[in-house]
Each structure stands twice: as structure tokens, then as C-alpha cells.
């Protein structure tokens, strides 16, 4: 999965509200824009495409080395292995808008007022990784 950190000029962090009725544990919880990789995808042309779908944005990724991170989730009726990429980028075209049904809401948070109890799983490892003072918009 490819997702990328976008932050406002207040220095906040865009987060989408996910619409995974599939998933009854993921459904509603907040988490970083993003989406799966296929065989075969380029990570970064990929992730382009997935804000583009998701949020109607166009984004500049201003780092080529993404923060990666690994879990293991697991349920009675699976196990999922999620390896996380994610890329800092800048919104260079359009405002976020629910652009299709992956999502039920996005917003801007503050870093330190995310209450992670309602997020993805390792929501709370990339917002820690956020580079001091970033600032992209």
C-alpha cells in the first residue's frame, strides 16, 4: 500500500475517514490517503492516481525515499500482512473532496490532537515520522 502525508500551511495533516464495509474493524477509522499496490505498479505513479481517484488532488511527491513500516493484523476468518509506504507530498492542484466511495469524510488534524484509537492501524508510526516543522502548502 503507497500513501502519502500531505500538510497545510497551519501545519496540519490530511486524514480520510475510511468506508470499508468489507472490513467492519477498518470501517470508519481515519488514516493517511493512499491505496493498494498491484503486481507490477510503480509506488509513486500509483499513488498519484489513488488521490487523484480518491480525493481529486494532484500532488507533487517531494520525497523519493518513502517512510516504511509493517503489521500483521488478525481476525478469526484472516491474517493480513500490511507493508506501508508512504511518501510526503504537496497538493499542487484542486482542493480534497470525497471523490468516490472509499471514503465517507477527510480533514485536517493537528498532529498532536489525532486520537489514534480511532485510526488505522499505523496511522500513529507515520505521524511520528513526519520531518520537524514540514510544512508543504
Same mark, same amino acid.
Given at each position: 500500500?503507497?500513501?502519502?502525508?500531505?500538510?497545510?500551511?497551519?501545519?496540519?495533516?490530511?486524514?480520510?475517514?475510511?468506508?470499508?464495509q468489507?472490513?467492519?474493524?477498518?470501517?470508519?477509522?481515519?488514516?493517511?490517503?493512499?491505496?493498494h499496490?498491484?503486481?507490477?505498479? $510503480?509506488? !509513486?505513479?500509483?499513488?498519484?492516481?489513488?488521490? =487523484?481517484? &480518491?480525493?481529486?488532488?494532484?500532488?507533487?511527491? %517531494?520525497?523519493? +525515499?518513502?517512510?516504511?513500516?509493517?503489521?500483521?493484523?488478525?481476525?478469526?476468518?484472516?491474517?493480513?500482512?500490511?507493508?506501508?509506504?508512504?511518501?510526503?507530498?504537496?497538493?499542487?492542484?484542486?482542493?480534497?473532496k470525497?471523490? $468516490?466511495? !472509499?471514503?465517507r469524510?477527510?480533514?485536517w488534524? =493537528?498532529? &498532536?490532537?489525532?486520537?489514534?484509537?480511532?485510526? %488505522?492501524p499505523? +496511522?500513529?508510526?507515520?505521524?511520528?515520522?513526519?520531518?520537524?516543522?514540514?510544512?508543504?502548502?
Amino acid at each position: 500500500m503507497a500513501y502519502f502525508w500531505s500538510l497545510n500551511k497551519n501545519n496540519e495533516v490530511l486524514l480520510t475517514q475510511r468506508n470499508e464495509q468489507e472490513f467492519p474493524i477498518w470501517d470508519g477509522k481515519w488514516g493517511i490517503p493512499g491505496g493498494h499496490l498491484e503486481f507490477g505498479d $510503480n509506488p !509513486e505513479e500509483r499513488l498519484v492516481t489513488e488521490l =487523484k481517484e &480518491e480525493l481529486g488532488v494532484e500532488v507533487r511527491i %517531494l520525497t523519493k +525515499t518513502p517512510f516504511l513500516t509493517s503489521y500483521v493484523f488478525r481476525t478469526d476468518k484472516m491474517i493480513y500482512h500490511g507493508i506501508l509506504l508512504c511518501y510526503l507530498t504537496q497538493i499542487i492542484r484542486g482542493q480534497p473532496k470525497i471523490a $468516490n466511495q !472509499e471514503n465517507r469524510d477527510f480533514k485536517w488534524f =493537528k498532529p &498532536e490532537k489525532i486520537n489514534f484509537k480511532d485510526c %488505522l492501524p499505523s +496511522t500513529d508510526i507515520f505521524i511520528s515520522q513526519l520531518p520537524p516543522g514540514a510544512k508543504t502548502r
